[in-house]
């Protein structure tokens, strides 16, 4: 008691300090526990908005598949599925048919409407000059298509003719043709343009881990886009 007494003003101030840290590292825990918390929601709304804005993107539409398809009908698929997704989901095509004047690869759009003729009809307008892909066939392959497939085949033929290797269209085997491109850096090439698509310009490959300045220096000159 006696020790108490002598040692009350110190014992105050000590309790004091205690206090105040204590205090201190309270608040300093609470405010972090609060930071924290905020930067989750943050993080969880802006995963949420992404997440709705993709969704948004991607529809839901009926399309209408005829012709020669196994089941002819009304059926409902998303705007990324392809014309072929379409045709599959009609059961697939029957052996009468011909798909020369159908675009396989396009996107689907709500109410889009795919006819796929048969070869004799196919024959038939040929012969008869008439329009082989009419308007009302929304699958029809387009100006535009046409004049992709012949700048592609253009460039195809550029290549084979100037021997260089096209790093857009080139195989595993054909890649390793190049100096230091081994099996893989071939892997990694092929992996990167299925992930980015093709390549805008052949010193777009540096963008491919694992080749650098020095790699692209020795291949420059053999490769083309």
């Not at 020790?3 to 003003?9: C, L, Y």
């Not at 196994?70 to 048919?97: F, H, Q």
């Not at 021997?163 to 071939?186: F, R, S």
């Amino acid at each position: 008691m006696k020790f108490i007494n002598k040692h009350k003003g110190k014992l105050f101030i000590l309790i004091f300090v205690i206090f105040t840290l204590y205090t201190i590292f309270d608040t300093y825990s609470f405010s972090n526990q609060t930071e924290a918390k905020e930067k989750t929601e943050i993080v969880t709304k802006k995963e949420k908005t992404e997440n709705t804005e993709e969704k948004e993107k991607i529809e839901n539409v009926l399309v209408d598949v005829k012709g020669e398809v196994k089941t002819p009908g009304v059926y409902e698929l998303t705007s990324e599925s392809t014309v072929m997704d379409a045709i599959n989901k009609a059961g697939g095509l029957t052996n009468k048919s011909d798909t020369s004047n159908i675009n396989l690869s396009k996107k689907l759009e709500d109410e889009m409407v795919i006819i796929v003729y048969s070869q004799s009809e196919i024959k038939e307008m040929k012969e008869k000059d008439q329009i082989v892909c009419p308007p009302c066939n929304n699958a029809c392959v387009t100006e535009e298509d046409e004049k992709a497939k012949l700048d592609e085949e253009s460039k195809e033929s550029s290549a084979q003719v100037t021997g260089k290797v096209n790093i857009n269209q080139a195989d595993e085997t054909a890649l390793q043709t190049l100096d230091g491109i081994g099996e893989a850096k071939a892997k990694a090439i092929i992996e990167y343009r299925n992930k980015n698509g093709n390549f805008k310009t052949i010193e777009d490959i540096k963008n491919v881990s694992g080749i650098g300045d020095s790699v692209y220096e020795n291949i420059k000159d053999n490769i083309t886009v």
